[in-house]
Nanobody, 123 residues
């Protein structure tokens, strides 16, 4: 069982930056693949980024590639999402998620979810 708590969301102007954090409970964080997803009003939840348990493999959605960076600190049981050059279309609730084996871009493959943190980018 893993409990996830996101933080770091907020209101930012276009072109600005935010850093999201997701703190995990439990002593087996280093065994989990971690992902970030987002959901805008009226839209389906979409993949943003994912990182393997060791951090060796990383994937990004094309829409955020070059602007967002996912990272993890297994000693702190925390995964991060550094978001730069934010655009109004990045506005959404951002969720972190965890699963044991294999990186997937499909939200349905993830077993544990945080409560989400709102990111709003003004134009």
């Amino acid at each position: 069982q893993v409990q996830l708590v996101e933080s770091g969301g907020g209101l930012v102007q276009a072109g600005g930056s935010l850093r999201l954090s997701c703190a995990a409970s439990g002593r087996t964080f280093s065994r989990y693949v971690m992902g970030w997803f987002r959901q805008a009003p009226g839209k389906e939840r979409e993949f943003v980024a994912a990182i393997s348990s060791t951090g060796d493999n990383i994937y990004y959605a094309d829409s955020v590639k070059g602007r967002f960076t996912i990272s993890r600190d297994n000693a702190k049981s925390t995964v991060y999402l550094q978001m730069n050059s934010l655009k109004p279309e990045d506005t959404a609730v951002y969720y972190c998620a965890a699963r044991r084996d294999g990186i997937f871009l499909d939200a349905r493959k993830y077993d544990y979810w945080g409560q989400g943190t709102q990111v709003t980018v003004s134009s």
